[in-house]
Structures are given as C-alpha cells and as structure tokens.
C-alpha cells in the first residue's frame, strides 16, 4: 500500500512542477514588459530590476500554486484512469479513500506553507520592494516619474511632467503651495536630475522657462520672472531618514490582530484590517480546497 501511495504521489510532481513553473512565467511577463523599460530607458540597473523581480515571485505564488494544484490533479489522475490503472487497483481490494489520503495530505501540508508564506515572507517582501522602489527613485529620479501624474514625493513641491524621454523632462510644471499667500508655479519646457554630491536628494536643473512669484507688498498680485536656467535641490521622505510605515499587506497576522484592535479602541473603521487578514488565510487555504475541487 506504501507503494502505490507513493506511486500516486510521483505523478503529480511532474505536472506540479510544470504548472508552477508555466503559471508564474506567465504572470511574470506583465511585469517584465515594464522592468525592461527601466533598464532601457530609464537607466535602472539590472541587478535592482532583478531584485524587484525575486520580490515579486512570492506573492505570485500565492496564486499560480492552487491553480497548478488542480491542474496537477486533474491530469494525474486522468492518466491513471485513462491506463485503467485505477481500475486496477480497485480491483486488487485498495479503497480509493486509501489513494486520496495521501493527496490531501500533501495539499493540507502545501497550505501550511502558504500560511507561513503569507504570514512571514510577502509582507516582508512587499516592503523590501517599496523600499527598493524609493532607491531607485533616488538614484533614477526619472525612472520614478510618469507622465501625466502629480508626484507629491518631492515636499514640499508638487511636479508634473508631461513628456519624459530617458532622462530628460519636457514641459515641467512645479507647484509651491504657500502658507500666507498664492501657490508659486515654476514652468519649464525641458529639465533634468542630477544626483547630490551626499546623495540625500537630487539636483533637478530647469532650462527655458518662468516663475511665478507673489508679491509681499501688493497681497494677491503676482509677477512672472523668465529664466534660461533655474536650479533646485529636491529632498524626498526616504532621504530625510524616514522609516516608510508598513501598509495592511505589509504585516503579519499578529500585526494586523493588533491594528485591528487599535483601530477598534480609537472609533476608526476596522474593516480594511479585518479583510486583509481574512484574505491572506483564504489565500493559503485555496490550495486545499482546489486540491479537493480536482478530486471532485
């Protein structure tokens, strides 16, 4: 009886194997379409691509590994009856619940990994992937920025690009709010970055444009500088030394136990750290359920 339950197990290694390995490709390639934008470019290295890329995998595993479960299944045990060799063995006296112990067993041992995984190595992998997102962003401060969007990491400055060409910027606009007075706006029709020598911030140089400044005396009124080049130190959070604060998918099952519990004692909805928890536990639990759905 051992050897048929080890039988049973070694076909499903094969198509176990071959599933997780076609699945996590497959969702990798939606990744590495931008990943290969930043090395070509944007000048990203292609060691920190490669780092972005392991912190990923993980938390693609939480999905291709039940899918590739039910796949495993359904083509183990078809082939073995498309054999007869499940005939035979019921035929020779062994009860098929006999044949399945040991699958289930696997997919309730496979789901405990799960929960280990989803409880200690993606959150930390989430994290260690934004932290190698503000590097770069540091590093390549163009690779950080997409067009078309407002980027708020720069305070107290507000930038938005319209075009970004490698490492250049074209049709900048650069927002001041200012606390007693109208927001000063800094227009440039091309910039550039350029690292600090003490590599806490970026140097961002602007050519061709104007300033809008507010006039002290006259409260309300503003008047437009020109420049041909205008040059401005840009400090971000990550380089003043501040730790980034852990998002809900960012922590462990204590941590969100905890979060919860807080956010409960001070009136705030605590929802959103409820459904976190409970997701990551269905996550982990799906590859036994789908273990079971390819036997039914």
Same mark, same amino acid.
Request: hydrophobic share 45%; glycine share 6%.
């Given at each position: ?20 390995? *076609?699945?996590?490709? !497959? ?17 990203? &290295?292609? $060691? ?7 912190? &990923? ?13 039910? @796949? ?11 054999? =007869?060799?499940? @005939? ?29 995984? %989803? ?9 260690? &992937? #934004? ?6 962003? @540091? ?14 990491? /720069?305070?107290?400055? +507000?930038? /938005?690009? =319209?075009? !970004? ?5 074209? %049709? ?7 606390? %007693? ?8 029709? #091309? *910039? ?9 911030? +970026? ?17 309300? &009124?503003? =008047?437009? !500088?020109? =420049?041909?080049?205008?040059?401005? %130190? ?18 462990? $099952? ?35 359920? /789908?273990?079971? $759905?390819?036997?039914?």
């Amino acid at each position: 009886m051992k050897i048929l339950r080890t039988y049973v197990l070694k076909e499903h290694l094969a198509p176990l194997a071959v599933a997780v390995s *076609g699945l996590t490709l !497959v969702a990798l390639v939606g990744n590495l379409v931008k990943l290969a934008e930043l090395v070509v470019s944007k000048g990203v &290295s292609l $060691f920190d691509v490669l780092r972005l890329l392991i912190y &990923s995998m993980p938390y693609l595993l939480t999905f291709t590994l039940p899918i590739a479960c039910l @796949i495993a299944m359904v083509m183990a045990f078809g082939r073995l009856s498309t054999d =007869y060799e499940l @005939i035979a063995m019921r035929a020779s006296g062994v009860a098929p619940a006999k044949l399945v112990l040991p699958v289930l067993t696997a997919g309730l041992l496979i789901s405990g990994g799960m929960l280990a995984l %989803n409880d200690r190595v993606i959150p930390e992998t989430h994290l260690a &992937s #934004r932290r190698q997102l503000k590097a770069i962003g @540091i590093k390549h401060p163009t690779a950080y920025i997409e067009a078309g969007t407002f980027i708020k990491e /720069f305070e107290p400055y +507000v930038l /938005f690009v =319209y075009h !970004v060409d490698r490492q250049t910027l074209f %049709n900048v606009r650069i927002y001041e709010p200012q606390p %007693n007075g109208p927001t000063r706006t800094i227009v440039a029709q #091309r *910039g550039a970055f350029e690292p600090l020598p003490d590599r806490r911030g +970026v140097r961002l140089k602007l050519y061709d444009g104007t300033v809008d400044e507010w006039n002290p005396e006259h409260p309300g &009124s503003l =008047y437009k !500088v020109s =420049y041909r080049t205008y040059t401005m %130190n840009l400090i971000t959070d990550s380089s003043k030394g501040r730790r980034l604060g852990k998002k809900l998918k960012e922590m462990t $099952f204590k941590e969100l136990l905890t979060e919860r519990q807080r956010l409960t004692a001070e009136g705030i909805e605590a929802m959103p750290a409820s459904l976190e928890f409970h997701r990551k536990i269905a996550l982990s639990c799906a590859t036994l359920v /789908f273990v079971v $759905f390819g036997l039914a």
